[in-house]
T-cell receptor, first 111, second 113 residues
Framework: KQEVTQIPAALSVPEGENLVLNCSFTDSAIYNLQWFRQDPGKGLTSLLLIQSSQREQTSGRLNASLDKSSGRSTLYIAASQPGDSATYLCAADNAGNMLTFGGGTRLMVKP | NAGVTQTPKFRVLKTGQSMTLLCAQDMNHEYMYWYRQDPGMGLRLIHYSVGEGTTAKGEVPDGYNVSRLKKQNFLLGLESAAPSQTSVYFC????????????FGNGTRLTVT
């Protein structure tokens, strides 16, 4: 059974810092790895989806990488802003959109 | 374009009562999902549907039933609510299962007393 872990559970940084969020998974036979953002009291918003054949995906200040062999993915956020404050979740897809989610990293960017 | 809409937003039930959560999507997506989110447990898949008239069990299906009579709607039913079903429920949809992003609704916060 796939298990997805995100460390740290919470992170606080000053505005402007570059930061890395970590995601590890136990079963490397994945179709893709997805990153989501969740604001308090809201649903999840898809940020990036990395197919199993890809190494990374970029969207604006966000860059996600995937290393299947080591069971790791990272989400890099450049020049963080207070508006980036949210919970970030990663999810591994082993069976066609049957996602296994990590517990999330709660990010606080201080002005 | 509303995306994925869930109703109601909040609900309090007493143990043994029943209710139905409604999910509607206007993106013509084939796939729809119901998740629950609990502190320390993350999001877990309850049931899903790969098209109109089809449903399948996810990771935690016990105590729930679903129906997909119309492509745009996916209903989640609790026949006899239990305190263990206190949670935030999210509906999601996707165009296909081949690595297309999921679109989530804003959730239903359910408390069972």
């Amino acid at each position: 059974k796939q298990e997805v872990t995100q460390i740290p559970a919470a992170l606080s940084v000053p505005e402007g810092e570059n930061l890395v969020l970590n995601c590890s998974f136990t079963d490397s036979a994945i179709y893709n790895l997805q990153w989501f953002r969740q604001d308090p009291g809201k649903g999840l918003t898809s940020l990036l989806l990395i197919q199993s054949s890809q190494r990374e995906q970029t969207s604006g200040r966000l860059n996600a990488s995937l290393d299947k062999s080591s069971g790791r993915s990272t989400l890099y956020i450049a020049a963080s802003q207070p508006g980036d404050s949210a919970t970030y979740l990663c999810a591994a897809d082993n069976a066609g959109n049957m996602l296994t989610f990590g517990g999330g990293t709660r990010l606080m960017v201080k002005p | 374009n509303a995306g994925v809409t869930q109703t109601p937003k909040f609900r309090v039930l007493k143990t043994g009562q029943s209710m139905t959560l409604l999910c509607a999507q206007d993106m013509n997506h084939e796939y729809m999902y119901w998740y629950r989110q609990d502190p320390g447990m993350g999001l877990r898949l309850i049931h899903y549907s790969v098209g109109e008239g089809t449903t399948a069990k996810g990771e935690v299906p016990d105590g729930y039933n679903v129906s997909r009579l119309k492509k745009q709607n996916f209903l989640l039913g609790l026949e006899s609510a239990a305190p263990s079903q206190t949670s935030v429920y999210f509906c999601a949809s996707s165009y296909s299962f081949l690595g297309t992003p999921l679109h989530f609704g804003n959730g239903t916060r359910l408390t069972v007393t």
